[in-house]
């Protein structure tokens, strides 16, 4: 199977901050914002979308096809694919820009604050999924540069390929017709709760209007878990809960990972869903978004003591 992942390669600065953000921002004095964050935990890491889902579909045993670009430091992230035998065919590398990079703080009610500078990303419009060679059974398109977006969306729908949209963070850059116009080609579509309430404001459809769009939406809740919705029926599924919480950020990355490898080898919405949720707990327990590991067999075992089964499909 190969799922291919068009979406961001960065590097991410993340950063903790050990008191809570809304103690040191006044609500009547936002129109002069002006704020510092002491934070007593700086650690740089792989990150980018594409790189996320990337590599946890990787641990999950099947090979992804990533798109994006890397810039003139790439030797840390080139190293650390060929490291996992993750492929760099359709990662070109820019000499003159910089590998994008995200400057990502948490507070201890793991809210978060984000800056990024997109660097070579300025190039993923220039990668096209008609110079993939091999057969594509399923195409993720995350948040990398919105012409890119748009572009890649659209050669899944030339070329046929099952489309998982995934706008993210591009839900403000995107204009209503172009978010609109994505998401009519898609065949999911993933957001969590706050994404999924601006992407109803932003396109004028309410979640059974998306889905006179899409066949399947999925909604992701953090430790509430997720819900998965057709026409048909409402999923509600449970969180798997991580034995350490260290950082959230990347358990996004790794939901979709995990749903979307177990949807290619064959499993129901709801079996994609619980897969999701094991895979995320994994990325829960270490700080960075590329940091955790795990073997098949472990996995099976902490899906089988969250759910009471065991998994059937061949990750």
């Known amino acids: 199977m190969n799922i291919l ?33 002491v934070v007593d935990k700086l650690q ?7 790189g996320n889902i990337g590599y946890t579909i990787n641990l999950l045993g099947t090979k992804p096809t990533i798109l994006g670009s890397l810039g003139s430091d790439a030797s840390e992230y080139s190293d650390w694919f060929k490291k996992h035998s ?10 003159r820009m ?3 990079s995200a400057y990502i703080t948490t507070d201890k009610d793991d809210n978060q604050i984000n800056a990024f500078y997109p660097g070579a990303l300025g190039g993923d419009d220039q990668i096209s999924i008609n110079d993939v060679k091999k057969h594509i059974d399923l195409a993720i398109v995350s948040p990398t540069k919105k ?10 729908n030339d070329l046929q390929i099952p489309l998982v949209f995934d706008p993210g963070q591009q839900i403000t850059a995107l204009l209503p017709q172009e978010l609109m116009g994505a998401i009519g080609q898609a065949k999911f579509l993933i957001g969590n709760d706050y994404e999924m309430k601006m992407m109803e404001k932003k396109t004028g459809w309410n979640e059974n209007e998306l889905l006179e769009h899409v066949d399947v939406l999925i909604i992701t809740l ?7 919705k057709t026409k048909e029926e409402t999923i509600e599924i449970k969180s798997c809960p991580p034995q350490s919480v260290e950082d959230p950020t990347g358990a996004g990355d790794a939901y979709r990972a995990g749903f979307f490898t177990a949807y290619v080898n064959g499993e129901n919405l709801k079996t994609c869903g619980q897969v999701a949720s094991v895979s ?26 969250t759910y009471g089964d065991k998994i059937n499909f061949n990750i």
């Open 280 to 305: 995320a707990s994994y990325a829960i327990e270490h700080y960075g978004t590329q940091n955790h590991s795990f073997t098949i067999e472990e996995f099976g075992e902490r899906y089988e003591k």
């Open 86 to 95: 993750i492929s760099m065919d359709h990662i070109p590398v820019s000499d």
């Open 44 to 50: 740089k890491n792989l990150g980018g979308t594409a």
């Open 5 to 37: 992942v068009s979406g961001s390669l960065a590097y991410d600065y993340i950063m903790d901050f050990p008191d809570s953000f809304k103690n040191h921002i006044l609500p009547d004095q936002i129109h002069i914002l002006n704020v510092s964050f």
């Open 222 to 228: 953090g430790e509430k878990g997720s819900v998965i």
């Open 98 to 100: 910089l590998t994008a």
């Open 147 to 156: 012409e890119a977006m748009i572009k890649h969306a659209k050669e899944c």
